[in-house]
Structures are given as structure tokens and as C-alpha cells.
């Protein structure tokens, strides 16, 4: 088959290489019929994350069909179409039992295209399939599946549900790319009553407007300090949630401006860099500040709200390729400044340009 | 009468001052029969807290009679023996309304001893007397009670309850001084399985093992990291909960490299500087980090639970002194690490030595 | 002034009677510039309700003017437009202190038109007004900010908050009279999926579907179980949150059919008379039954989202009269049968046909 | 091998039946090293249970070493001595997902002695071991381990959590039988300030003294109303937590006659008959009722605490026989009222007498 494979910093490949076979009774093999590029993935490239050596097949967002299971999988079987989720969960550790997957003690956690080969390819095996894979009705569009591979319950868990949104309530999301938006589209699940959303780039901040915030801030060196916007929206107080999907000390730090007094900041956001906690204001403030990685527990519940038409996250995808076009999605994907991309499908159907 | 007055950075003294009238309908005047000194009164007297100026009277924690109450005072009437808690509340902001004091919006919160004179005296006036004067049975001593005023209430809500401490967690709290016992005793309600304490200094190390910790820890630039002991007694995972006692940003930072994925860091801790956070490792972590002033909430469970002896909070106490020895009080207080004082306590018996 | 005036079972008259004054420091008088009529007002008339005695003045729930005020009242003064509500809590008494008015220890709870004259009347004395009254935006009209009083926070609060409804839900509310639909305006800020109504009166299952209901199940005699539609909508499970918003034995026993394991059965209704549980079955089930009276602690919330049209009470108002309409204005709201009246509102500038 | 097994209503023997055998992936085989009897198992040979049919093997209780496993099976291996939980999950259905295992969706819940052949026996098969069976450090009696299958598990899951004891509360236990002192002793872990124990019997409450109940209570027809002491010792509120430990519809009804406005009323016993729920009083009075089987979620929890003598269960084994002495153990335990039996534990070990 073709699989896109990583081989060192800045380097990758659409190459030939051995189809995947079932290693263990909890595995499955699906074929893909759509996958996508996480910002992570290029975070791999540039040689973030060491764990990825080189010949490693990337992508651990994707949408396929089961071609075999192994002997003890149970909820899935050869035919069934099914998205592939970002985490998988041995199902039996301290975590997995509380559905807490994404901290999986037994082998699981983000393993595909990291640790594994993953699914940017033609064919991918997926273990603890019962805990990775969910059936999706043929209605629904790979587009619109893939999207619940990662970024729609990323958002959902670690930014929404871990900032406790309520009805009313003013959100505040810092950063209005891919996982920002989905955090926009997935709080308002909670009705709050305004969702401000801060990122430098114009183009950015209109998407946001289109996705549901009703007020957004550019920030930047020029600009005038977002916080002070945010205190007087709120009476002085500040916003009741706080999301960070950026990833830099920077936007974190802004994060901790904007909180009003017994609120929450949701770190969504990948960092590289420590951050600086100004304790020496925040101490009496009674803010709580969460950081996660996803658990993929909402996907079966996100499922039914996309399939229910109550998330419609087809905006998201921006660009759609071929698999095999799959070094140009990264090209899109990766200068999204100038193309726009928030996220980039590769499928199977789709008939290379 | 007489009363302990600020006079600028490092100056106080017993002043004979006016006596506190009614100023207020929701105020009440309290004869004082006990009071205590916080080490906030030691970061006031640094100069660490401009928004107290001289002339001010000291003290944010007493046990007293009410001499008088305004007319729209409801829950005490004059001859009450009190606990006089260190916030207090308007009772209808939108967070009182949620019992959450420490962030009333209405003219309260920390002002005793702060934004109007405070309790290190012979009378004080108390506002929103509501909220903040809780009625003591006879049988209590003023000891016991005056630790009702800060202390327990604080490691309660901002240690114990925002860490979620249960039954057989293992519970690190960083800071053996007077709030990090009180943070073991209380935590001890929920019956966690270890309660590891970490500290530099031996006598306090000592003292949180008769206050209830299985394994105490010291630290410092000879020891070894305090992480790697803590990983060792959970299996490599790290503590359930963290409190940090102390309010360096040293020991908020080892807090975060004891907690285990999925827990909680309870910040008790009065903080001057900035600390790094390092999202680097803890964006994947699934930790929650909580900061917060005390609302005294709790004050009528604990004072349930000292009258019960299910807490017993007198060792806490280790110098007694008269009101008017207030000035000795602080000097003993002041030298903690030779004089071996957790919490002194000034009282109208006491007869002065 | 005239009011409403109960006069022994089945007896009102609208009266001359004398204005009321200020009592106690806590009290205001309101000007009433719109009331509406309870379902508890009628049992009230049927003498089901027996603390209320001859001569009371009826009524919980208005929009006034604040006339004056007592000298403890702080958060609202004379010119003020406010919502009366239904509940008042002292402010200090342990349940008030958590935000809990309706179970007020301190003379509050469910008093006005009860245990002391209402508000169906030219003018009112409200108590505790300061935790009874909320300032109103000139924008907004009588008729839906009248709803804020009872209706709206006892739906959300003890039915859509007690049930824990949840993004994805399936929702059924037993009972389509104005709570019910209440229940269903207010369950969706939470995003169910589906919401299903189950009345006997097709009239009230069409105004169902008009607020939100997808599912609309007619019960009676000569109908199918309701439970076994609701079994096959649900893959044979129940439904995730059960509102029982009628107050008769059989409608609540059918609440607990219809709810699934691990599921919440909240009650709304006003009940006279025990219902059977059927612990034999429930014994299993891990649910959760709730009752509750409201507390108008959402009230603020719930304002803010109607000024902010999330919520669109207005429909609810099918009747408007002049307050000296009021006895037509019972007549038609107690032959809501046949008069198809949800909620009717008299109101001071109607002009009386 | 021998087993007890049930050959239809009042008849039971101790008779030679083949070994079990590995029937699938999941199971394991566990040698038994001691076993317990259950309320449920009388209830069994009443007829009370019509799913367990003749020629079934009864017990659902035990503590053994692991024999054999299925290929599927990772969390144990032979040789592991382990508690064998009454209850097991399939650990992938939308229930078992959330560790809410009483409920599986899978062929799990309850199901040994009652669907398959059950654990009084020498050998017993156990289906997704993974989720029953627990590791037990070899210095833990198997008298103490056997009380981890269920009646600890229980009385903490579906009394203490769903009740949701807290520090200073006051918790009513209604019935003195073994899962009413086991409630008891498990509440202590909350630190509640009282412990009231109702029952008829006397020598049950005595053993409730000795289990940590401050107050007990004699209820019968010839007693007063226990509603009227608890009303006193609790200023007229009620209790705040109240733990239904028998399975009457007039012990239920007792329950919801002691609970305060707000607070919980939390089933554990096993009904045979509707009660009557009294909603015209507790309409108003914001009480929240739970039912629920045990998930055994906690039992890594609890299999510390009793590992660290926090919980200290032995004295609920009154009586001890060998494994082949079963049926002697039937008769004591069906006699509690004369034999002073709680729990009776069948060990491999025990020379019959």
C-alpha cells in the first residue's frame, strides 16, 4: 500500500510499503476513506516530538472501513464503516476504567502516527479497536466524520466540558484557528450567552464570526490590549470561561488576564514552552486552570449531534484532496496564512486534480 | 481602648485609640476575648500589601463577645459569644449569593484588618456582621475557636475541598507551617490512604507527623527532589492531590511535578512573584490547578466538627499570651523557626507575665 | 388600592383595600405594572392550599416599579423596574447561604400571595426584597419579564438543572401545560437531541412542537403505552432525563417507566396525593429522582438570556388584560381547555376592553 | 467438583457437577478459596429470583486463585489470588464505558449464581475477568478480601457516594443487617458528625454501636416514631443523608419521613413491592432519592483502604465453615435472628467440624 512516512526533521513521503496486518486479538485493520492533518503532525516534522523516529507512518485522524478484527474485538466487524479515533484505550487500566483513555496506563493513549504507524496511508491497523473505532451511519459525510477523530471532541473535552460552560455565560477563546473554532461551535452546545473570540489574524476573525462568536478582538503588538476589552464587556470582571488554543506563553498568559474571579481557563493548546503564572495576582482570585489531552469519551455523543445536524463542522474543512495528494494537503495545510486552510481532507474518492 | 496599629513599613505598636462605634446597619461591635496573627500580618508589616496604611488597625482573626449590633443585624445580638471570620460578606452580590465571600463584589471580602481596622484590640467593628460572626458554645475555648476565624476554614476550602482529596488518596502537601497542618488535619476528614508532607525544616516535619502525616519529606538544595520520592510511593503516577502551603514559586512548582495525570494542585499559598508554569509536560496531563481566598463557607461545618472533637485543632496553638503582650506575640511569631510558634494566640485572661 | 382578595374556598373579588406599607427594614413596595396567575392560585381557590387564609391578597408573581424601600434593602431603590419574584430568602439562614430561598429557614421561601398578602394588586410589599427583586432593561416587555418570576426559573431550576439534561439527551416532559412547555424552552440551552412531550390534549402537544418538542406522544385510555414509543425511540433504554410537569400519581409513575437506567427523574408538579414507586423494578435501575420548589437562584441568568433572546418567552402569553380584568382574567386561565390559555398576564397600562 | 446448587424453590444440595471450563476469551477459571453468602441467595430460594433456574450453581461472592484464563484476558494470570466481584462488565458498552458496570449493556451486571453457574463451589468460571476479578496482596485475609465482592462495595457505591455523605454530616442507616453496618462503617470514611441506626432488633444495634453509630434507634409498633428522635437531634430539619438498608416499603417510607429539605435518600435494599412515595409533602422539599446496583467500581478503592486497615471489615464475618459445610452455613445464616449471623464465609482452609 501507500502510506505517508516520516523520515526526519522536515522530511516525508508518499511511499510504497507493506500492508498492515492484525499484531494482536484486540487489533483491527481498516481501509481509509478519508484522513486528515492535525497541527501536531507538523509539530512532528519540524522535530517536536522525538518519539517519532523516522519510517514512521503519520496521521491519526481518519475515517475508514474495517477490513478484519482480531479475536477479541467485540463492537466492531469487517464491513463496518467507522471514524478512527485519535486516542485508543486498553480499556482495563485505573484511567481507562473512568473512560479517561487519553491517559491510558496499559499501552494506550495517542499512539497512532506517534508511537505506531497511523492513518495517513491506504491501510492502517488500529489497536484496542473497541475503544478507537465507532460505527457511522452511511449519511454522514467523511468530511464531516473525520472531524470526530480529534478536533471535535479536543475541543469539546478539554476546552468545553473542561471549562464547565454554562448557559449565559461569556466565553472567551484565544485562538481562531482549526481546534479555536471547533471550540467556538462545540460551547455553543451550552448557550452561552456571548463567545469572544482573540486571534491576530483578520481572516481568522472572520471565520470565528461565521462559526458563532458574536465579538471578535485582534491582538497583536499594535493592538490594544485585549483584557481591557473583555473587563469592559463583562462589567469589569472578565469572561466566565477562558480557552486557550494557541499554545505560546504569550496566549496563555493572556488567558489568565481574561478570567473573571471563580472562573475557568481551559488549556486546549499544544506548548513547547514553559509559561509564566502570575500567581502573585491570581492567588485570591479563585480561577481554575485545567490542561488535557483528549479522551475521546465524547465521540459516541458527538456523533449523534453531528448526525442529528446539531454540530454541522462540515465549515471546517477548507481544502479536499486524494490520498495520494497527500504531500500537497500538507502544503496547504501548512501555510494556512496564505490559503486559508483550516482542515484539509485527503479521501479516497476524491479524484486527484 | 487599646489596639495594635501599623505605622508603615516594619513600625507598630499597642495604641490607646478610639473606641469603634456602629457605622453601619449590618455592623457589629465585638469586645474581643482572643486573637491570633496571620503570616499575612507579617507580609503587611513588610510592606507587601500597600492597600494597608498606617494608622491602621492589625488583626483578621478573634473570638469575642458582641457588644452591639446595627438594625438590620438578624443572626447575633449582644451578649453573643463569637467566632469573627477574616472575610466577610454583603450577602447579595452575585457571588455571595453562591456563599462565595472571599470575592464579595459589595464592599467585602478581606477588609478586618486590611481596608478598615481590624481585630488585634479590644473592640472592633465588624461589617455585614451576618456573614461573618458565627455563634460559639461555652464549652469551646477560645484556642480552639479562634482557629475557626482563618486557618481551618482556609486549608479546608482552598486546600482540602478545591483539591477533591477522598478516601484513599494520597494527599502531598508542600509547607509544613501552621496552614499546612491545618491542611493535613482537615484533609484527614476524608480518610486519604497517605498524607506526605514535604518541608525544610525537621521540627515542622516532626510536628505534621503528629498532626496526622504517614510520611514527611525534607527538601532543600542538600536533598534529594521530593518528586522522585513521591513516584516512588505511587507506583510512578504522583500524588492524587497537592496543596501547596508555602506561596514561593519553587514549591508551586515541584507541586506540579507531584501531581499525578488527573489531578489536582490546590494552591493555598500567598504569592509575591510569578511562577513558571511548565505546559511544556503538563499541557498532556490532565491536571486541574486552583487558586483562592478563603469565603469561610465552611466556618459552621468546622465549628460542628472542633465541637465534636472530630477536629481538634488546640496543638495548633503553641504560645499563649494577654491581649496587651500582642507586641511579644509578634516577635515570637515572627522568629517561628527558632521560637518553634505555629499559631500564638493573644486572650483578655491570659494574665500577662 | 384594589386587589385580588381570597375569600374562603372558591370566593375572590377584586377589592378596595388598604395600600400596603413597609413593615420591616428589609421590605419594598412595588407598583405593580403586570401580574399573572398561577396553577398554584387555583388550588389555592379549590382550598387545597390551607395556609391560606380569608382576606389574603393573591398572587406570587409580578412586574413592578419600586415605590420605597427599607432601610436594609440595598440592591434596588425607588424608580427601579423589577421582576417580583415568587421566592424570597432571608439571605443568612444555612439554606440561603447556599443559595437554596425556597427552603428559606428565616421567614422566606414561597410567601407572597400565601402567607402574606401577593402581588395580584395595585401594589405590593415584597420582603427580603433584596434577594426577591431584579432590576429589568427598559427594553423589556412586561409579558415576558413576568415569566421570569415563577415559570422560567421553576422549569430550569427543578426540572432541566435537577435532571442534569445534557448535550445529546433524549428529554420527556410529561405534561404540556405551561411549565411543561417551559421545561422544553428551557431544556433546549443544553442542546438535547430530541425532546419528547406527552400530553392527552392534541391542542397542547401542537403548541409542543412550536417550542421545540420533535416528539409529541398523546396519552390517555384509549392510547398506547406512552413508555413503548419511548422505548423504540431510545433503542429500548428510556429516556436520559424525565420531567414530570402535571402533579398526578399516574403521570409521575409513568415518569419512572419511561426513564432509563442511569437516568433522572425530575418533578415539577404540584402534587395532592402520594404516588406509588415501583421499587421492585426501580430497585436496580440506578436512578435519580429529584423534587424540588423553586429558588430563583437562575434568575439572573435566566434574565440575561431572555434580554439576550436566547429565550423567547413571549408565546407563553396567550391572554393580556387590565389588572381590574383580573377576574375574567382567572376565568379564562381555569378553562384553559377550552380557552387554549397557557399563561394570561394583567398588566397596569392594559387598557380593559 | 462440589457446588451448592439450587434445584428450585427451598431446595438446595451440595453435589459432585463437572468442572467449568473456559468458555470464551474473556473468562477465567478461579479455584475457590472462600465464599460468602448473600441475602439475595435467600431470596434466590424463596423464589423470589424466577431467573435462576434448578441446576444452577448459587453464590456470587468469593475470593480465589486465578486457574486459567482466555486468550483475551490481561489483567490477571494463574496464580493470582483475587476477589471475584458479583458483579462483571463487558467493558465497552455505553455503560460499562463510564464504569457503571451494574448497568452493562453486554451480557455483564449481575450475573453469577443468578444467569451462569455461580461461586459457591470449588471452581467457578468468571466472564470478563478483567473487570471482576482483583489482585489481592497476600497478607489480606480471605475473610476481610470476600467482603471486597459486594456488601463493601455496595454499601459505599449505591449508599455512601450516591447518598454523598460529607464531613459533620448527620446520616440515618435504616436497618442494622450486615449492608447497614457495612453503610456504616464505610460512611465514617466522609467523617460524618452522627451516625443514627434504626431497627427492630437489639442486638443488631448493638453491633451498629460497635460499627461507629452514635445514636441508635428501636423502631417496631410498639415504639415511637423514629421520624420524631431524629427530628429533635437534628433541630427539626431532618437528616442529611438518609440510607435505606432493608427493603420494605414502610422502611423506604420511614426514609423519606427522615430527610431533610435537600437532602438524599439513598436505597441500597432489595425490594420485593411497590412503596408509596409521599409527593405531596416531598413535593416542595427538594429531596433528591437514588436507586442502583453495585458497579464494583470501587473496589480497587476500597481493596485499599482495607489493605490499610482504614476500613476494617472482619468483624462482619460472624461465623466461618468449610467450603463442604455450606449448607450448615445456609441454615445460620437464614437464622440470623437467632444466631447472631452477619456474614458467614465458607473457606477452602476451615476443617470442618
Chains 1, 2, 3, 4 share one sequence.
Request: aromatic share 4%.
Amino acid at each position: 500500500m501507500h502510506a505517508l512516512v516520516y523520515h526526519g526533521v522536515g522530511q516525508k513521503s508518499w511511499d510504497e510499503v507493506p500492508d498492515p496486518r492484525l499484531q494482536d486479538d484486540f487489533d483491527a485493520i481498516v481501509g481509509i476513506e478519508a484522513a486528515t492533518i492535525c497541527g501536531t503532525d507538523l509539530h512532528i516534522l519540524m522535530g517536536d516530538v522525538p518519539e517519532v523516529t523516522p519510517g514512521r507512518v503519520l496521521g491519526h485522524e481518519a475515517v475508514g472501513v474495517v477490513e478484519a478484527v482480531g479475536s477479541a474485538v467485540r463492537s466492531v466487524q469487517p464491513g463496518d464503516r467507522v471514524v478512527v479515533s485519535c486516542i485508543n484505550g486498553c480499556g482495563i487500566c485505573r484511567f481507562c476504567r473512568q473512560g479517561r483513555y487519553g491517559q491510558c496506563l496499559g499501552g494506550g493513549g495517542w499512539v497512532l502516527g506517534h508511537l505506531i504507524d497511523g492513518v495517513q496511508a491506504e491501510y492502517a491497523r488500529i489497536p484496542f479497536a473497541d475503544t478507537s473505532l465507532y460505527r457511522l451511519p452511511s449519511s454522514m459525510s467523511a468530511e464531516a466524520a473525520v472531524l470526530l477523530a480529534d478536533i471535535l471532541p479536543t475541543s469539546y473535552e478539554v476546552g468545553v466540558l473542561a471549562g464547565r460552560v454554562r448557559p449565559g455565560d461569556t466565553v472567551a477563546v484565544v485562538g481562531a484557528g482549526p481546534i479555536g473554532l471547533a471550540a467556538v461551535m462545540t460551547a455553543r452546545l451550552f448557550s452561552p450567552a456571548h463567545i469572544i473570540v482573540i486571534d491576530p489574524v483578520v481572516s481568522r476573525l472572520d471565520a470565528a464570526k461565521r462559526f458563532g462568536a458574536d465579538v471578535v478582538v485582534a491582538n497583536g503588538p499594535t493592538q490594544p490590549e485585549p483584557a481591557d476589552l473583555v473587563m469592559d464587556l463583562t462589567g469589569g470582571l472578565g469572561a466566565d470561561v477562558v480557552i486557550e488554543a494557541v499554545g505560546k506563553p504569550e496566549t496563555f498568559e493572556l488567558c489568565t488576564r481574561l478570567v473573571r474571579p471563580l472562573g475557568h481557563v481551559a488549556n486546549i493548546g499544544v506548548h513547547g514552552a514553559p509559561a509564566t503564572l502570575h500567581l502573585e495576582t491570581l492567588w485570591t482570585k479563585d480561577v481554575t486552570i485545567t490542561t488535557g489531552l483528549v479522551d475521546t469519551s465524547s465521540t459516541a455523543e458527538l456523533l449523534g449531534l453531528v448526525a442529528n445536524r446539531q454540530i454541522e463542522p462540515n465549515p471546517l474543512v477548507t481544502h479536499t484532496f486524494a490520498l495520494s495528494e497527500v504531500m500537497t494537503a500538507y502544503d496547504v495545510f501548512s501555510r494556512a496564512g496564505e490559503t486559508g486552510a483550516l482542515k484539509v481532507v485527503m479521501t479516497k474518492e476524491h479524484v486527484a486534480s
